[in-house]
Protein backbone atom coordinates (compact mmCIF):
# COMPACT_ATOMS: atom_id res chain seq x y z
CA UNK A 1 0.00 0.00 0.00
CA UNK A 2 1.12 3.33 -0.89
CA UNK A 3 0.33 6.20 1.74
CA UNK A 4 0.44 9.82 1.34
CA UNK A 5 -0.62 12.86 3.13
CA UNK A 6 -3.46 13.66 0.66
CA UNK A 7 -6.45 12.18 -0.47
CA UNK A 8 -6.90 13.87 -4.17
CA UNK A 9 -4.57 13.01 -6.85
CA UNK A 10 -1.42 14.69 -6.55
CA UNK A 11 2.05 14.73 -8.35
CA UNK A 12 5.41 14.86 -6.81
CA UNK A 13 8.95 15.02 -7.90
CA UNK A 14 11.07 12.59 -6.14
CA UNK A 15 14.66 10.71 -6.47
CA UNK A 16 14.00 7.10 -6.91
CA UNK A 17 16.77 4.77 -5.85
CA UNK A 18 16.83 1.35 -6.77
CA UNK A 19 15.20 -0.27 -3.51
CA UNK A 20 12.47 2.20 -3.78
CA UNK A 21 11.85 1.23 -7.27
CA UNK A 22 11.88 -2.48 -6.07
CA UNK A 23 9.29 -2.10 -3.08
CA UNK A 24 6.93 -0.11 -5.58
CA UNK A 25 6.75 -3.20 -7.79
CA UNK A 26 4.88 -5.02 -5.15
CA UNK A 27 2.24 -2.94 -5.93
CA UNK A 28 2.01 -4.00 -9.55
CA UNK A 29 -0.60 -6.01 -10.00
CA UNK A 30 -2.94 -4.54 -12.48
CA UNK A 31 -0.71 -4.38 -15.75
CA UNK A 32 0.56 -5.28 -19.08
CA UNK A 33 2.89 -7.91 -19.60
CA UNK A 34 7.16 -6.25 -18.62
CA UNK A 35 8.46 -6.06 -21.84
CA UNK A 36 11.93 -7.32 -20.57
CA UNK A 37 13.35 -6.14 -24.36
CA UNK A 38 12.33 -2.55 -23.51
CA UNK A 39 13.64 -2.60 -19.80
CA UNK A 40 17.09 -3.43 -21.05
CA UNK A 41 16.74 -0.29 -23.39
CA UNK A 42 15.83 1.72 -20.55
CA UNK A 43 18.91 0.19 -18.62
CA UNK A 44 21.03 0.83 -21.63
CA UNK A 45 19.95 4.71 -21.90
CA UNK A 46 20.13 5.61 -18.30
CA UNK A 47 23.67 3.91 -17.95
CA UNK A 48 24.54 6.46 -21.38
CA UNK A 49 23.24 9.10 -19.01
CA UNK A 50 20.18 9.77 -21.90
CA UNK A 51 17.54 9.49 -18.60
CA UNK A 52 14.88 12.49 -19.31
CA UNK A 53 12.89 13.82 -16.64
CA UNK A 54 9.09 14.94 -18.03
CA UNK A 55 5.74 15.52 -16.96
CA UNK A 56 5.19 11.41 -17.56
CA UNK A 57 6.47 9.37 -15.10
CA UNK A 58 5.07 6.66 -12.23
CA UNK A 59 1.81 6.91 -11.35
CA UNK A 60 -0.02 4.78 -8.50
CA UNK A 61 -4.13 4.97 -7.75
CA UNK A 62 -5.82 5.44 -4.41
CA UNK A 63 -5.30 2.05 -3.20
CA UNK A 64 -1.39 2.16 -3.78
CA UNK A 65 -1.85 -0.46 -7.29
CA UNK A 66 0.55 0.83 -9.34
CA UNK A 67 -1.07 2.04 -12.93
CA UNK A 68 2.17 3.26 -14.90
CA UNK A 69 5.74 3.40 -14.85
CA UNK A 70 6.59 -0.51 -14.23
CA UNK A 71 9.38 -0.17 -17.11
CA UNK A 72 10.41 2.86 -15.73
CA UNK A 73 10.67 1.20 -11.98
CA UNK A 74 12.48 -2.12 -13.07
CA UNK A 75 14.83 -0.15 -15.11
CA UNK A 76 16.01 1.80 -11.97
CA UNK A 77 15.98 -1.22 -10.00
CA UNK A 78 18.59 -3.38 -12.77
CA UNK A 79 20.53 -0.41 -13.40
CA UNK A 80 21.20 0.17 -9.75
CA UNK A 81 20.95 4.12 -9.96
CA UNK A 82 19.02 6.57 -8.68
CA UNK A 83 17.25 9.02 -10.71
CA UNK A 84 14.22 11.51 -10.74
CA UNK A 85 11.21 11.40 -11.65
CA UNK A 86 7.51 12.43 -11.10
CA UNK A 87 5.35 10.44 -9.27
CA UNK A 88 1.37 10.75 -9.15
CA UNK A 89 -0.21 9.05 -6.22
CA UNK A 90 -4.46 8.75 -6.11
CA UNK A 91 -5.26 8.98 -9.72
CA UNK A 92 -8.34 7.35 -10.77
CA UNK A 93 -8.00 3.62 -11.03
CA UNK A 94 -10.74 3.73 -13.83
CA UNK A 95 -7.97 5.35 -15.67
CA UNK A 96 -5.55 2.41 -16.32
CA UNK A 97 -7.37 1.79 -19.64
CA UNK A 98 -6.44 5.34 -21.07
CA UNK A 99 -2.93 5.41 -19.88
CA UNK A 100 -0.64 5.16 -23.51
CA UNK A 101 -3.93 5.21 -25.57
CA UNK A 102 -3.21 8.47 -27.52
CA UNK A 103 -1.66 8.84 -30.74
CA UNK A 104 2.24 7.99 -30.47
CA UNK A 105 4.68 10.39 -32.31
CA UNK A 106 7.16 8.83 -35.03
CA UNK A 107 10.57 9.15 -34.54
CA UNK A 108 10.50 11.87 -37.41
CA UNK A 109 8.26 14.33 -35.87
CA UNK A 110 9.64 13.92 -32.44
CA UNK A 111 13.28 15.20 -34.07
CA UNK A 112 11.26 18.08 -35.63
CA UNK A 113 9.32 19.49 -32.99
CA UNK A 114 12.36 21.72 -31.55
CA UNK A 115 13.87 22.19 -34.40
CA UNK A 116 17.07 21.51 -33.60
CA UNK A 117 17.69 19.91 -36.81
CA UNK A 118 15.26 21.51 -38.89
CA UNK A 119 11.84 19.15 -40.61
CA UNK A 120 13.54 15.72 -40.08
CA UNK A 121 11.39 13.09 -42.16
CA UNK A 122 10.39 9.27 -42.04
CA UNK A 123 12.81 8.66 -45.17
CA UNK A 124 15.87 10.87 -43.99
CA UNK A 125 15.40 8.30 -40.89
CA UNK A 126 15.54 5.19 -43.22
CA UNK A 127 18.56 6.70 -45.11
CA UNK A 128 20.06 6.75 -41.87
CA UNK A 129 19.58 3.26 -40.88
CA UNK A 130 20.06 2.00 -43.72
CA UNK A 131 23.81 3.89 -44.31
CA UNK A 132 24.78 3.43 -41.04
CA UNK A 133 23.67 -0.80 -41.19
CA UNK A 134 26.10 -1.06 -44.39
CA UNK A 135 26.48 -4.63 -45.09
CA UNK A 136 26.30 -5.68 -42.10
CA UNK A 137 23.18 -6.20 -39.84
CA UNK A 138 23.22 -3.88 -36.23
CA UNK A 139 20.88 -3.69 -33.27
CA UNK A 140 17.74 -1.28 -33.08
CA UNK A 141 19.47 2.09 -32.61
CA UNK A 142 17.64 4.04 -29.51
CA UNK A 143 16.01 7.55 -29.94
CA UNK A 144 18.74 8.86 -28.68
CA UNK A 145 21.51 7.51 -30.78
CA UNK A 146 19.55 8.54 -33.89
CA UNK A 147 19.34 11.75 -32.98
CA UNK A 148 23.08 12.11 -32.61
CA UNK A 149 23.58 10.28 -35.61
CA UNK A 150 21.23 12.13 -38.11
CA UNK A 151 22.66 15.21 -36.81
CA UNK A 152 26.33 13.93 -37.96
CA UNK A 153 25.24 12.80 -41.16
CA UNK A 154 22.35 15.43 -42.17
CA UNK A 155 24.23 17.46 -45.02
CA UNK A 156 25.56 13.46 -46.83
CA UNK A 157 22.26 12.34 -46.47
CA UNK A 158 20.21 15.40 -47.68
CA UNK A 159 22.97 15.53 -50.34
CA UNK A 160 22.04 11.63 -51.58
CA UNK A 161 17.93 12.38 -51.61
CA UNK A 162 17.92 15.70 -53.34
CA UNK A 163 20.10 14.08 -56.12
CA UNK A 164 18.12 10.96 -56.45
CA UNK A 165 14.76 12.26 -56.08
CA UNK A 166 12.89 10.53 -58.80
CA UNK A 167 9.68 8.76 -59.59
CA UNK A 168 10.51 7.66 -62.84
CA UNK A 169 12.39 4.58 -62.16
CA UNK A 170 12.18 2.34 -59.24
CA UNK A 171 15.05 1.80 -56.85
CA UNK A 172 16.62 4.54 -57.60
CA UNK A 173 15.66 6.95 -54.92
CA UNK A 174 15.26 4.05 -52.40
CA UNK A 175 16.71 4.45 -48.66
CA UNK A 176 19.33 1.50 -49.62
CA UNK A 177 20.57 3.83 -52.75
CA UNK A 178 20.32 6.79 -51.03
CA UNK A 179 22.52 5.44 -48.24
CA UNK A 180 25.22 4.24 -50.85
CA UNK A 181 25.94 7.73 -52.38
CA UNK A 182 25.50 9.02 -48.61
CA UNK A 183 28.37 7.67 -47.54
CA UNK A 184 30.30 8.22 -50.50
CA UNK A 185 29.78 12.00 -50.24
CA UNK A 186 32.80 11.34 -47.36
CA UNK A 187 34.93 9.26 -49.52
CA UNK A 188 35.38 11.35 -52.65
CA UNK A 189 36.85 14.74 -53.27
CA UNK A 190 34.71 15.19 -56.74
CA UNK A 191 31.18 15.93 -55.87
CA UNK A 192 30.53 17.10 -59.28
CA UNK A 193 31.60 13.60 -60.57
CA UNK A 194 28.99 11.70 -57.19
CA UNK A 195 26.36 14.64 -58.99
CA UNK A 196 26.78 12.85 -62.67
CA UNK A 197 26.38 9.62 -61.23
CA UNK A 198 23.12 10.59 -59.32
CA UNK A 199 22.02 12.59 -62.70
CA UNK A 200 22.37 9.47 -64.77
CA UNK A 201 20.90 7.40 -62.70
CA UNK A 202 18.04 9.70 -61.95
CA UNK A 203 17.30 9.99 -66.20
CA UNK A 204 18.57 7.75 -67.74
CA UNK A 205 20.72 9.82 -70.34
CA UNK A 206 24.52 8.85 -70.43
CA UNK A 207 27.41 11.34 -72.15
CA UNK A 208 29.58 8.19 -72.88
CA UNK A 209 30.72 4.53 -73.09
CA UNK A 210 32.36 5.30 -69.07
CA UNK A 211 28.67 5.96 -67.82
CA UNK A 212 27.23 2.32 -69.29
CA UNK A 213 27.62 1.08 -65.55
CA UNK A 214 25.26 3.26 -64.11
CA UNK A 215 22.58 2.23 -66.78
CA UNK A 216 23.14 -1.76 -65.73
CA UNK A 217 22.55 -0.14 -62.12
CA UNK A 218 19.59 1.30 -63.58
CA UNK A 219 17.97 -1.50 -64.94
CA UNK A 220 18.69 -3.99 -62.29
CA UNK A 221 17.30 -1.58 -60.06
CA UNK A 222 14.20 -1.20 -62.39
CA UNK A 223 13.85 -5.23 -62.36
CA UNK A 224 14.92 -6.56 -58.79
CA UNK A 225 12.94 -8.29 -56.15
CA UNK A 226 11.14 -5.83 -53.63
CA UNK A 227 11.22 -7.63 -50.87
CA UNK A 228 12.61 -6.84 -48.00
CA UNK A 229 14.97 -10.43 -46.78
CA UNK A 230 18.66 -9.29 -45.74
CA UNK A 231 19.72 -11.24 -49.04
CA UNK A 232 17.89 -8.24 -51.13
CA UNK A 233 19.40 -5.52 -49.47
CA UNK A 234 22.70 -6.63 -49.51
CA UNK A 235 22.56 -7.30 -53.06
CA UNK A 236 21.04 -3.74 -53.95
CA UNK A 237 23.57 -2.10 -51.52
CA UNK A 238 26.30 -4.34 -53.53
CA UNK A 239 25.70 -3.27 -56.25
CA UNK A 240 25.12 0.30 -56.10
CA UNK A 241 28.52 0.35 -54.42
CA UNK A 242 29.60 -1.50 -57.33
CA UNK A 243 28.62 1.10 -59.58
CA UNK A 244 29.25 3.65 -57.64
CA UNK A 245 33.24 2.42 -57.15
CA UNK A 246 33.61 1.84 -61.01
CA UNK A 247 31.82 5.36 -62.23
CA UNK A 248 34.08 7.40 -59.63
CA UNK A 249 37.52 5.57 -61.01
CA UNK A 250 36.58 4.83 -64.79
CA UNK A 251 36.77 1.11 -65.10
CA UNK A 252 34.09 0.14 -67.15
CA UNK A 253 32.69 -3.06 -65.77
CA UNK A 254 30.57 -5.49 -68.28
CA UNK A 255 28.97 -7.66 -65.69
CA UNK A 256 27.63 -5.94 -62.12
CA UNK A 257 28.39 -8.12 -59.20
CA UNK A 258 27.72 -6.75 -55.74
CA UNK A 259 30.70 -5.55 -53.89
CA UNK A 260 31.12 -8.07 -50.89
CA UNK A 261 33.19 -5.26 -48.20
CA UNK A 262 32.20 -1.79 -47.75
CA UNK A 263 33.90 0.55 -49.98
CA UNK A 264 32.60 3.46 -48.49
CA UNK A 265 33.41 3.45 -45.11
CA UNK A 266 32.23 6.72 -42.79
CA UNK A 267 34.23 8.58 -40.73
CA UNK A 268 33.96 6.98 -37.48
CA UNK A 269 34.62 3.34 -39.27
CA UNK A 270 37.91 4.72 -40.91
CA UNK A 271 41.38 3.65 -39.42
CA UNK A 272 43.01 6.18 -37.87
CA UNK A 273 46.96 5.92 -38.87
CA UNK A 274 49.24 5.02 -36.27
Known sequence: MIATAENTMHTQLMQIAPDQAMRW????THNRPMDHQYVDYLIAEIKA?????????????EHGVLLDGQHRLWAIALAGLTLPANVTFNAPGESLEYIDSGKTRSRAERMSLNNRLGLVRTAHLAVLRAM?????PIRRLSYAEEVQ?????????????????????????????CAVVARAWYCTDDLARLERFCEVLRTGQTRGDDEDVIIL???????????SSLANFREHYGKVERALVSFLHGKPLAILRPCPAEMFPLPAEQEIPA
Open 149 to 177: LFGQHKQAIEFAMSHLATSRIKGVSTSTT
Open 217 to 227: LRDFLGSRDRS
Open 49 to 61: GRWKLMHQGIAFD
Open 132 to 136: VRGLE
Open 25 to 28: LDGN
